[in-house]
């Protein structure tokens, strides 16, 4: 967060679908370089959180999962 940057809109997220989201838009990245990617655990997961600011932070995880995780 940035301090002057929008406030934190808070409502109630189903963080497992949200991650299912995520996982889903990384799964070509994370094929290119021979890695199983996916969520476990299929049930709802709510929580009081900003669904854009955990995407953000779902999406950084990921990321930085794939690039620092070896190929294969």
Known sequence: FEP???PMRLERVD???LARSVV???STKA???G???????????VVEGDADQLTVLL???IE???RYTPAG
Do not use: I, T, W
């Open 4 to 6: 002057e940057g929008e």
């Open 15 to 17: 963080l497992a679908a």
């Open 24 to 26: 889903a838009s990384m």
């Open 31 to 33: 094929e290119s370089r």
């Open 35 to 45: 890695l199983d990617l996916g969520v476990a655990g299929g049930e709802m997961v």
């Open 59 to 61: 999406n950084n995880l």
């Open 64 to 66: 930085n999962a794939l």
